[in-house]
């Protein structure tokens, strides 16, 4: 889980700014990092789905 964390912020966090900024550019519709953020849960929630569960499973 710390893998798929870890790369959601480091492409979606850390480029944030500058995709916002292209989004709205290129649009020229200000509601552009809405579906910026849509988006950026849609695809971290198929991330989660991916991994397996481990409840009541021995770790070791």
């Excluded at 964390?5 to 990092?33: D, E, K, R, S």
């Excluded at 849960?41 to 198929?46: D, G, H, Q, S, W």
Aim: proline content about 5%; glycine content about 12%.
């Amino acid at each position: 889980m710390s893998l798929v964390y870890a790369l959601g912020v480091a492409i979606f966090g850390g480029f944030g700014q500058f995709i916002v900024t292209w989004l709205i550019a290129a649009t020229g519709n200000p509601m552009a990092p809405a579906w910026y953020v849509i988006g950026c849960c849609a695809a971290t929630l198929l991330a989660l789905r991916a991994i397996p569960e481990m409840a009541g499973k021995k770790l070791a």
